[in-house]
């Protein structure tokens, strides 16, 4: 059977999360996450929908893909379909053709597992090898300690705190509270939870998403962030906990989070909420 691309409409993005959290497992290498489709959520239904491209064959769904911004495309396959010649080479002719409706013409990064086939042939076809990015785990069989801080979970009468702290920690960030409501509609967010931290002040010092994939599997911390105006002084690392004992409570069978290798204070940060460095994963990336 012929290789199918798809392009979803809203209600077709649940068997597209449903495959995503069906390829979650321990030991593989980083990749496209339902929590990834949960946090595009927030730019609304219509919008993520338009981002997410599915690839099946027999009615089988073996790949998704999500458009994460101008020429950045977020992609992942069933974990039996890694070496699957045939798909990986149509993955390739869809995504350098931009007449197929993935990517436009001209510069373009790729984020596909590093020990997909995939990968490699975009290496034969001129992609180049991007920046390296720190993945990071922390094993939740175990009980988490609890946080040093104040630790709220966010519902919708709250989404005002948790968008504004949002936006102070990430500069340009023009995140709303309308924003979190669209997020916390999507499907993905029924096995999401957001929280703020507060300081002995009780000023909101920081805060994170986190999202599972079901009980078993792994789960996501997407974003994660801290006030300007309150760093250097561990509230990251209380958030990064606390985040790890929500995941738990989920079912998760451990957090995982990704950050540059050259955001060393990121990586600091998640290190001293017990999580541990994974070896490093590139992009493929095509210049204009």
């Known amino acids: 059977m012929a290789i199918v691309m798809g392009k979803p409409e809203v209600d077709g993005l649940g068997e ?17 996450h339902p929590g990834d489709i949960g946090w595009f959520w927030r730019s609304g239904a219509q919008a993520t929908a338009a981002a997410v491209r599915t690839w099946s064959r027999d009615g089988r769904v073996l790949a998704v893909g999500l458009l994460d911004g101008p020429g950045l495309l977020r992609l992942t396959t069933a974990p039996d379909a890694r070496r699957d010649e ?16 993935v990517l436009p013409a001209g510069k373009a990064n790729i984020e596909a597992p590093m020990d997909a086939l995939f990968h490699d042939l975009l290496g034969e076809h001129g992609w180049g090898t991007d920046e390296p990015w720190t993945p990071l785990r922390r094993d939740l069989t175990q009980p988490v300690e609890e946080p040093a801080v104040r630790i709220e979970e966010i519902g919708p009468e709250r989404a005002h705190v948790y968008a504004a702290v949002l936006r102070a920690a990430f500069e340009g960030s023009t995140f709303a509270a309308e924003r979190w409501h669209a997020m916390a509609a999507g499907s993905p967010y029924a096995a999401a939870r957001c929280l703020v931290a507060y300081d002995d002040r009780g000023s909101a010092v920081a ?37 790890a004992a929500a ?37 493929r990336y095509r210049d204009a």
Do not use: C
């Open 86 to 101: 045939e798909l990986a080479r149509q993955l390739v002719e869809d995504v350098t053709a931009p007449e197929r409706g």
């Open 16 to 32: 597209a999360v449903g495959a995503l959290r069906e390829w979650q497992h321990e030991g593989v290498p980083a990749q496209l």
């Open 207 to 243: 805060t994170v998403t986190v999202w599972s994939a079901g009980p078993g599997r792994p789960g996501i911390l997407e974003p994660m962030g801290v006030h300007r105006d309150h760093r250097g002084h561990g509230h990251g690392k209380a958030i990064t906990v606390a985040a």
């Open 247 to 283: 995941l738990r409570r989920l079912g998760s069978s451990s957090a995982l989070v990704l950050t540059p290798s050259s955001n060393v204070g990121a990586v600091a940060t998640y290190t001293s909420g017990g999580f541990r460095p994974l070896p490093e994963v590139r992009d």
